[in-house]
């Protein structure tokens, strides 16, 4: 992921799949107007904990992840008008 990725203010859709990714930057958080983010298909087990920050976020695939369970529910707490998909 691109150092500075959270200058991009105005970003509103941002597709990360199938990357090999293991870790998303807290950078990401920054994107205060992002609608969608696709995570799908890496090797996330967790988000940033300032994830909560997406307030517009309205869509966040998650799915074909390593992501916990007690993960998945801090992120959907986290982010209750979100749909968040899992597996």
């Known amino acids: 992921i691109i ?3 959270g200058q991009l203010k105005c970003l509103l859709r941002l597709d990360l799949s199938h990357n ?4 998303v930057p807290d950078e ?3 994107l ?3 609608r969608t983010l696709d995570l799908k298909s ?4 967790n988000l940033p904990s300032e994830i909560g920050q997406l307030t517009k976020l309205t ?3 998650l799915e074909d992840n390593q992501v916990i369970e007690s993960e998945k529910m ?3 707490f986290l982010l ?3 749909q968040v998909k899992f597996n």
């Open 3 to 5: 150092s500075g990725i």
């Open 20 to 23: 090999n990714i293991s870790d």
């Open 28 to 30: 990401i958080c920054e």
């Open 32 to 34: 205060h107007n992002l």
């Open 42 to 45: 890496n090797r996330l087990q």
């Open 59 to 61: 869509n966040l695939e």
């Open 74 to 76: 801090r992120i959907s």
């Open 80 to 82: 209750p008008k979100c």
